[in-house]
């Protein structure tokens, strides 16, 4: 079964706009990393944030990470067409809370589409 | 390129069959992950390496399925007596598996479409 749910399913934007996407998990946890998947590159790995962190920026990107609600968000500013992607959060979980596997736990995904 | 890459990137097979899958890792890292991921959905873990030693099996990996990390290096994935529910997108990952920042690198995947 899968930890992380992305929300929403699909988003639409025009591009420059800023595109948000969040995601909530159910066990504790030691990070979570946000992945993007296309058919031309494969998933690659975005931003790490741990679970004593907030708040992580990285060029166009912010993370929150809300530990007591068990949700992040990630907003991606300035869109351009080349974020039209898939957007996975992962979770890598906590086992001596009583977690899981030692692979990543990942959501279904938010597809974004930036109109040009 | 020094990224981890997948052998085949597709493959067609009948049901019934057996099919196996390479994974080359980034040289030095010394963990290496298999998953697996269906239309819409996200991947789901099957199973990791530390070195050679396989540490951890997702109740996704039946006994049909097995992986090999022979010398710490490539891996290998096997299906036998392939079924029509096997059909996914097998990702391999492998990470260096230290600190609480452990990112994992994804290959392109391998397709396999069982008919």
């Known amino acids: 079964s899968q930890q992380g749910e992305e929300d929403p399913q699909a988003l639409s934007i025009q591009e420059g706009e800023n595109a948000t996407m969040n995601c909530s998990y159910k066990t504790s946890i030691n990070n979570l990393q946000w992945y993007r998947q296309n058919s031309g590159r494969g998933l690659v790995h975005l931003i790490l944030?741990?679970?004593?962190?907030r708040e992580k920026h990285s060029g166009r990107l912010r993370v929150t990470l809300d530990t007591s609600k068990k949700s992040s968000s990630l907003l991606i500013t300035a869109s351009r067409a080349a974020d039209t992607a898939s957007y996975f959060c992962a979770t890598d979980l906590d086992l001596y809370s009583g977690g899981g596997a030692d692979g990543l736990t990942f959501g279904k995904g938010t597809h974004l589409i930036i109109q040009p | 390129d020094t990224g981890v890459s997948q052998d085949p990137r597709h493959k067609i097979t009948k049901r019934g069959q057996n099919v196996t899958f390479r994974c080359d890792p980034i040289?030095?890292?010394?963990?290496l992950y298999w998953y697996r991921q269906t239309l819409g959905q996200g991947p789901e873990f099957l199973t990791y390496?530390?070195?050679?030693?396989?540490?951890?099996k997702s109740r996704l990996l039946s006994d049909r399925f097995s992986a090999e990390r022979p010398k710490g290096s490539f891996s290998t994935l096997e299906i036998q007596r392939t079924e029509q529910g096997d059909s996914a997108m097998y990702l391999c990952a492998s990470s260096f598996g230290q600190g609480d920042e452990d990112e994992q690198f994804f290959g392109p995947g391998t397709r396999l479409t069982v008919l």
């Open positions: 944030i741990r679970s004593n962190e």
């Open positions: 390496f530390q070195n050679e030693a396989q540490l951890e």
């Open positions: 040289s030095e890292h010394n963990r």
